[in-house]
């Protein structure tokens, strides 16, 4: 049987197309291991997924309550303080790149998420080449953390 990543090669042989369980992956991001992610997952299952477009909320209070996401808070970012919330949909354009001074923790559900991130240094005159895009396949279950200034 084929996996998703796989599937997803073959259907876009144009695209870098790797795993965040890659090497590549490496300058971006890296794998958060020992975290209990089960309730984070029945809770990200239970958000709603439009049938067209994204919906986005920023901070979830059900989410953010979470005992994984105080172990996050504390192991990844000091203790400080965080906001976690949720990006659904169906995403078919790469016309935006965001980066942040700290890092993002990234997780999914489903059949997981195709992350495209570059370095801060292929901005060239306030452009993104997208030639210059890596995407990352971030299966479901696998939490990630997303370096500082990696736009994604």
Do not use: W
């Not at 144009?14 to 029945?42: I, N, Q, R």
């Not at 172990?71 to 965001?98: S, W």
Request: aromatic fraction near 10%; glycine fraction near 8%.
């Amino acid at each position: 049987m084929k996996s998703i990543l796989d599937s997803l090669r073959e259907k876009n042989p144009h695209l870098k197309l790797f795993s965040v369980l890659e090497a590549e992956f490496a300058p971006y991001g890296c794998v958060l291991k020992g975290y209990d992610c089960a309730a984070l997952a029945a809770a990200l299952e239970a958000t709603p997924i439009p049938e067209q477009g994204n919906s986005y909320l920023a901070s979830c209070g059900d989410i953010e309550a979470l005992p994984v996401v105080d172990n996050i808070a504390g192991l990844v970012f000091g203790a400080m303080p965080v906001q976690a919330g949720y990006c659904n949909g169906h995403g078919f354009t790469l016309n935006a790149e965001e980066y942040h001074k700290c890092s993002e923790v990234n997780f999914c559900t489903g059949d997981g998420a195709v992350l495209f991130l570059a370095k801060p240094e292929d901005v060239k005159e306030r452009e993104l080449d997208s030639a210059d895009v890596l995407a990352f396949y971030l299966p479901a279950g696998v939490l990630v953390e997303i370096y500082p200034r990696v736009l994604h």
